[in-house]
T-cell receptor
Framework: GAGVSQSPSNKVTEKGKDVELRCDPISGHTALYWYRQSLGQGLEFLIYFQGNSAPDKSGLPSDRFSAERTGGSVSTLTIQRTQQEDSAVYLC?????????????FGPGTRLTVL | GENVEQHPSTLSVQEGDSAVIKCTYSDSASNYFPWYKQELGKGPQLIIDIRSNVGEKKDQRIAVTLNKTAKHFSLHITETQPEDSAVYFCAASEGNTPLVFGKGTRLSVIA
C-alpha cells in the first residue's frame, strides 16, 4: 500500500511569504507527527495529532507556525511570514495509534528554502 | 520531560568492523526505545526497537541493549557493509507520549 506522502517535495520562497506544506498519512493511521530537520541536524519535534486534535502545540517554534488536520487524514503545516531560519526539511510521520510503540512511518519530507 | 543524548555524532568504520552507537535518557518512566535509520534524501525508518522488559534484542546483524539502571541503551551493528552508511537516531518514550529523538549519528562505512 501507499506510504506517507508529502507535497511539495521542494519549495523555494521569498522571505515574508506564507507557505503551506501538505502531508497525506497512511490510511487508517490516527496519529500524525510533524518534525523539522535542519541541515545535518536531528529531528526537531513540532506537533502531533491524535485524530484531528493537537493536544500540545508548545513544540511549534513561533506563532508564525500553525498546523491543522481535517477528517482524520490530511494535515497541513502553514508557516506565515517566512524567515531564512525556517529553511529546513519538514518531515511528516504517521502511526496506527498515538502510543509510542506503534511504528512511525515517515514521508520523504518537504525541503523548504527561504531566500 | 524526557531528554535523549546520543553519541557519537559521527562514526567512521572499516567495512566488516562493528559499530556501536550509545544513547542515554533522563526519564526513568520511559519504557520504549526504538532506533531509526535515515538514508540520504529519505525519511527515517524503524530498524529495531526494545521495550524495558528485556535487556537485549537481535535482528541479524543489528542488536540493541538496554540498561535501565544506568538509563542507557546502545545499537550494535556487526559486519558493517557500505549500505549501513546512514544517519541513525535513537528515541525514547514512556509509551503514551510522542517519541523523543536523539540528535543522530552519521555512520560512514568505508569500503
Amino acid at each position: 500500500g501507499a506510504g506517507v506522502s508529502q507535497s511539495p517535495s521542494n519549495k523555494v520562497t521569498e522571505k515574508g511569504k506564507d507557505v503551506e506544506l501538505r502531508c497525506d498519512p497512511i490510511s487508517g493511521h490516527t496519529a500524525l507527527y510533524w518534525y523539522r530537520q535542519s541541515l545535518g541536524q536531528g529531528l526537531e519535534f513540532l506537533i502531533y495529532f491524535q485524530g484531528n486534535s493537537a493536544p500540545d502545540k508548545s513544540g511549534l517554534p513561533s506563532d508564525r507556525f500553525s498546523a491543522e488536520r481535517t477528517g482524520g487524514s490530511v494535515s497541513t503545516l502553514t508557516i506565515q511570514r517566512t524567515q531564512q531560519e525556517d529553511s529546513a526539511v519538514y518531515l511528516c510521520a504517521s502511526s496506527l495509534e498515538l502510543a509510542a510503540y506503534n511504528e512511525q512511518f515517515f514521508g520523504p519530507g518537504t525541503r523548504l528554502t527561504v531566500l | 520531560g524526557e531528554n535523549v543524548e546520543q553519541h557519537p555524532s559521527t562514526l567512521s568504520v572499516q567495512e566488516g568492523d562493528s559499530a556501536v552507537i550509545k544513547c542515554t535518557y533522563s526519564d526513568s518512566a520511559s519504557n520504549y526505545f526504538p532506533w531509526y535509520k535515515q538514508e540520504l534524501g529519505k525519511g527515517p525508518q524503524l530498524i529495531i526497537d526494545i521495550r524495558s522488559n528485556v535487556g537485549e534484542k537481535k535482528d541479524q546483524r543489528i542488536a540493541v541493549t538496554l540498561n535501565k539502571t544506568a538509563k542507557h541503551f546502545s545499537l550494535h551493528i556487526t559486519e558493517t557493509q557500505p549500505e549501513d552508511s546512514a544517519v541513525y537516531f535513537c528515541a525514547a518514550s514512556e509509551g503514551n507520549t510522542p517519541l523523543v529523538f536523539g540528535k543522530g549519528t552519521r555512520l560512514s562505512v568505508i569500503a
